[in-house]
């Protein structure tokens, strides 16, 4: 017996809700994703700046610091100099780049360029970081970068705060060549230098594992990863002590700033062992602080501003 044509107009109207239905389900699976996707990279809840905070870091300049510098290299003490560059900027958290415009997806960082300059025997070392940390302290660095220039050639590393850290390294030696890894996210020695600027009333403390200085990794040779330390404060006329000590890299990182609000960076000094193989022995490079300047600086690019370096003592 064949089915009547209202049998098979039911059948035919039945098929066309399923597969409406299942067009449906498999949109929202999309936009489920999607949305799951978005969630890694919002931001976190702002905890709240204080009056004095925004005072200084929204001045419109930047803090430069210049230190007197005493680099271990190679077994000997190496004289040179530091300079600290903290300035307040806009950030883009997808492309994770200075923004150029204002836009209230932007995360205010506070952005620390370290660079040191020292010399080798005939040869310059010239070595420079980037951090790039949440004014609001609220989650990891976002970025943070490392290159080292001297004459046997030069090397350049970077760690994004994404879904996990990506990191990423090119260099001229053997080995480390080119690198490109992801890792599970955890303390980063270089946020560190940013966090006690921004609220030093949280550094971690106690036993904690953390990525040492992409510095230190670098000159050292060591492996990019967590390592255990221990990190203990300490006080003493108007200046605290924080420090953190790396059993298995035998290293010591002491910080030592004011106790009052900016936490303005005084000193700090990193001991390990300096030199390779069996001559390797243990020393340590310092630092102390020779002046600050608040200023604009990006706008001080004349022949005249050179005066500026004077001040500083560089």
């Known amino acids: 017996m064949k089915p009547s044509f209202s049998t098979f107009l039911r059948f035919l109207l039945l098929s066309l809700i399923l597969f409406i239905t299942g067009c449906k389900q498999e949109k929202t699976r999309k936009t489920n994703t999607e949305n799951t996707h978005s969630e890694t990279v919002t931001q976190s809840p702002k905890k709240p700046l204080s009056e004095d905070f925004k005072k200084y870091w929204y001045a419109g300049d930047a803090e430069i610091t210049s230190y007197k510098?005493?680099?271990?290299?190679?077994?000997?003490?190496?004289?040179?100099?530091a300079v600290l560059i903290y300035v307040t900027e806009p950030f883009l958290l997808k492309e994770q780049v200075k923004a150029n415009g204002s836009n209230p997806e932007n995360i205010s960082v506070l952005k620390l360029n370290a660079t040191k300059k020292f010399l080798t025997g005939i040869y310059p070392y010239s070595i420079m970081s980037s951090t790039f940390y949440p004014v609001y302290d609220n989650q990891h660095a976002i970025k943070t970068s490392l290159s080292v220039?001297?004459?046997?050639?030069?090397v350049y590393s970077q760690l994004n705060n994404r879904e996990k850290f990506?990191?990423?390294?090119?260099?001229?030696?053997?080995?480390?060549?080119?690198?490109?890894?992801?890792?599970?996210?955890?303390?980063?020695?270089?946020?560190?230098?940013?966090?006690?600027?921004?609220?030093?009333?949280?550094?971690?403390?106690?036993?904690?594992?953390?990525i040492p200085s992409l510095e230190f990794l670098r000159l050292r040779h060591q492996e990019l990863k967590a390592y255990?330390?221990?990190?203990?404060?300490?006080?003493?006329?108007?200046?605290?002590?924080?420090?953190?000590?790396?059993?298995?890299?035998?290293?010591?990182?002491?910080?030592?700033?004011t106790s009052d609000f900016p936490y303005s960076i005084e000193s700090w000094t990193e001991e390990f062992k300096s030199g390779f193989g069996p001559n390797a022995?243990?020393?340590?490079?310092?630092?102390?602080?020779?002046?600050?300047?608040?200023?604009?600086?990006?706008?001080?690019?004349?022949?005249k501003n050179e005066i500026l370096r004077d001040s500083l003592g560089l």
Request: charged content about 25%.
């Open 166 to 210: 990506e990191f990423t390294s090119h260099s001229y030696f053997e080995g480390e060549a080119d690198q490109a890894f992801s890792m599970e996210k955890t303390i980063l020695e270089n946020e560190i230098w940013n966090k006690i600027r921004v609220n030093p009333d949280n550094l971690p403390l106690g036993d904690i594992s953390l």
């Open 228 to 257: 255990q330390a221990k990190g203990s404060i300490s006080s003493k006329d108007g200046i605290i002590n924080y420090s953190l000590y790396y059993p298995e890299l035998e290293r010591t990182l002491t910080i030592n700033f």
């Open 69 to 81: 510098l005493e680099q271990a290299r190679y077994g000997e003490l190496r004289d040179g100099n």
């Open 149 to 154: 220039q001297e004459w046997c050639g030069h």
């Open 281 to 303: 022995k243990s020393m340590m490079t310092s630092a102390s602080k020779i002046k600050t300047l608040k200023t604009a600086y990006w706008g001080q690019n004349d022949n």
